[in-house]
């Protein structure tokens, strides 16, 4: 599948998309919208694609949210199905989803991140929600998110400045999950990627389900209950994969894993 303003490709088990607009710091038009809907629904549709990285071309920007002057310009169009950047509204993605940083993540481009699982980030990367400074609300997930991820107080801090916050200050606060040297960026995501490839991709996709799932349960004691309800879960302990993780271990060999 070829695209205008993303790409998207897979290596092994894993699928790879980039948001390819360098030249305006990878900020989104209506059109990369509908590029990005249908590339994560080519990978949520894709049973031997169990990881998804997400990242943004050139030096500067992972993305700087909404392409305002396309906006200026009247080049407005609905949001596709799954929302902004069809990734912010999928909430039935259970399949893991990395976001690589490099350079600023802001606005709609830090709402594109707080969607995804796991953030690494270069050193020299910035986060923000800085749309109250253009008369903008960040209505792209980026407000329930972030308070959800660090707390009220962290949160309220950023967006009633609509200031970034370095690399350095992300992890302290915890939306980021690691931060590294530019020049060990690819290495560290490999890793990432590889530890997660490690297990079994249908109890990665139950686990991930439930901890989602259960966030909105009354109780601890309700999402316990509940799980066993829950599609992801349902699948996994029917799967193939649930077979072969004890045979494996009990045959002293790897597992092979089919996800399904």
């Known amino acids: ?36 809907q249908s590339a994560f629904d080519a990978f949520a549709a894709d049973d031997n694609q169990f990881l998804c990285v997400i990242r943004g071309a050139g030096e500067r920007a992972f993305c700087a949210g909404s392409d305002l002057k396309s906006i200026a310009t009247g080049d407005i169009a609905p949001y596709p199905e799954n929302g902004y950047a069809g990734l912010i509204e999928r909430f039935d993605l259970n399949k893991p989803v990395i976001a690589a940083v490099d350079g600023f993540a802001l606005g709609g481009g830090f709402e594109i991140a707080l969607a995804c699982d796991i953030i690494v980030a270069t050193s020299r990367s910035s986060f923000g929600l800085p749309e109250p400074l253009v008369g903008a609300v960040a209505l792209g997930g980026g407000l329930h998110r972030l ?98 993780g004890p045979k494996a271990f009990a045959e002293k060999r790897k597992p092979s894993w089919q996800g399904r």
């Open 1 to 36: 599948m070829t695209f205008d303003f993303i790409t998207a490709s897979t290596t092994g088990n894993v699928t790879n998309i980039t948001l390819n607009r360098p030249d305006v710091m990878n900020a989104i038009n209506p059109q990369m919208h509908a590029e990005l």
């Open 147 to 244: 308070a959800r991820q660090i707390g009220l107080k962290q949160a309220m801090g950023m967006v009633l400045t609509a200031e970034r916050v370095s690399a350095a200050d992300a992890l302290t606060m915890g939306f980021v999950n690691e931060v590294t040297a530019l020049d060990k960026f690819e290495t560290v995501l490999a890793d990432w990627c590889e530890r997660i490839l490690r297990c079994a991709p249908l109890s990665i996709a139950a686990s991930k389900e439930a901890i989602m799932r259960g966030l909105d349960e009354s109780s601890l004691a309700s999402a316990m209950s509940s799980q066993d309800d829950y599609p992801a879960f349902h699948r996994w302990k029917r799967a193939e994969d649930t077979v072969e």
